[in-house]
Every structure is written in structure tokens, then in C-alpha cells.
């Protein structure tokens, strides 16, 4: 399978609350964006949303400006249908991020937990910075979160690549500014704990 087959597959045969990235309530990224991103006119994309709650958490709290961004059609049809009504103002992108065209300095926060870990080979991770600093307006903030050093090497059958918060930075270059960052034991919903880190990344 390729990543488009391989992720409409797991979205197409998996309840989305028994996967192990589930979240009920996306605590740690939504306090981020409050804190880098507190007016509601704030452009935010979700990268690698698959059907996260994030976006039902932030159009709860009045943010107006969404997009949701994933490789699987299924996975935002999940979330479409979830949202019902409320889906209506956000931008849906069925895409990989490594290849659609996204519009210069479009948004003001980029928002990552589920893609950049996955990113093995390194032109891969060339080309979403490239794609990161062409979408990002200038001052504004990614929000990466990948598996931590000590985190799981594998997820859904794919290998993963692990991160300390000073080696994933580094891999954004000189382009982005360190801000902060975090680490989270997430429980996943067989009650497994993954480690994650999080950096909070400023574009110059």
C-alpha cells in the first residue's frame, strides 16, 4: 500500500476512539494554541488531523478560520459527519501534505501530532519544512509533536521516527525559533502509555 491506501484503510476498518492516537479531549494542544494563537480570527491548520477532536474543541471555543488537512478522504468524512452542521466553515483537504499546494503565508498557527514522526526518509522531511515555511506567516507558530526518544519505533504497521524537543527543532533549521516545548504521556485507549514531545516552534 502507499500512505493514501495504507490510511484509508486504517480509517475505514478501526472505530476511530479504539486507535492508539485517540484523544478524547486534546488538552495539551489546545492550551498551546491558546497561548501562541488566543484570538479567535487566528488561521489554523491541523495537519494530519485524521478525525481528531481538535477541531470540534477550537470551533467550541469560537476560533473561525479551520482547516483540517489529511491524506485520508475517510478520516474527514468521520469527522464532517461528527460535526454535523458545525463542519460547514472549516476548510476540509483530503491531501498529502508532502504534495498539496498550500497558499503562501496562509496561516498563522500550523498544527502537527500526527504526521512528522512518520517521516522516515529525510527528503521526506525536507519537503515538509519547505511545505511549513511556505504556508506559515511570518511570527507565526508550528506545533510538531512527535514520539518522543523513548516513545513507540512503530505505529499502525509503519516505522516512526523519535525526537528529544532539541532534535526535532533541529530539524526545522534555522527558519524557526525554539518558543518551547513539552512532553506528554498519552494513555492510549487499550491503556498503553506512549511518550510524545512537543515543540512550539516561532517562524522569523
Known amino acids: 500500500m502507499n500512505r493514501t491506501e495504507h490510511w ?39 495537519v494530519g488531523a485524521g478525525a481528531s477532536r481538535l477541531t470540534d474543541a477550537l470551533l467550541s471555543r469560537g476560533y473561525e478560520h ?24 472549516v476548510t476540509w483537504l483530503a491531501a498529502d501534505v508532502l504534495e498539496v499546494a498550500l497558499a503562501p503565508s496562509a496561516y498563522d498557527v500550523w498544527h502537527d501530532r500526527a504526521v512528522f514522526h512518520f517521516l522516515t526518509d529525510a527528503a521526506d522531511r525536507a519537503r515538509y519544512v519547505q511545505q511549513l515555511r511556505t504556508a506559515l506567516r511570518a511570527g507565526g507558530h508550528a506545533i510538531v509533536a512527535t514520539f ?45 502509555v506512549q511518550a510524545f514531545t512537543y515543540v512550539v516552534l516561532r517562524m522569523r
Do not use: M
Request: proline residues 5%.
Open 8 to 46: 484509508e484503510h486504517v480509517y475505514r476498518t478501526k472505530a476511530v476512539d479504539t486507535v492508539s492516537w485517540y484523544q478524547a479531549e486534546p488538552t495539551l494542544s489546545l492550551a498551546i494554541i491558546a497561548e501562541v494563537a488566543p484570538s479567535r480570527n487566528a488561521r489554523i491548520i491541523d
Open 148 to 192: 518522543a526518544d523513548d516513545g513507540p519505533l512503530r505505529c499502525s504497521g509503519l516505522e516512526t521516527c523519535r525526537y528529544s524537543d532539541l532534535s526535532l527543532a533541529a530539524e526545522f533549521g534555522e527558519a524557526f525559533d525554539l518558543v518551547a516545548s513539552h512532553r506528554e504521556e498519552h494513555t492510549t485507549p487499550s491503556g498503553g
Open 66 to 89: 479551520l482547516t483540517v488537512l489529511d491524506i485520508s478522504a475517510a478520516a474527514l468524512d468521520v469527522s464532517r459527519a461528527r460535526l454535523g452542521d458545525a463542519a460547514a466553515p
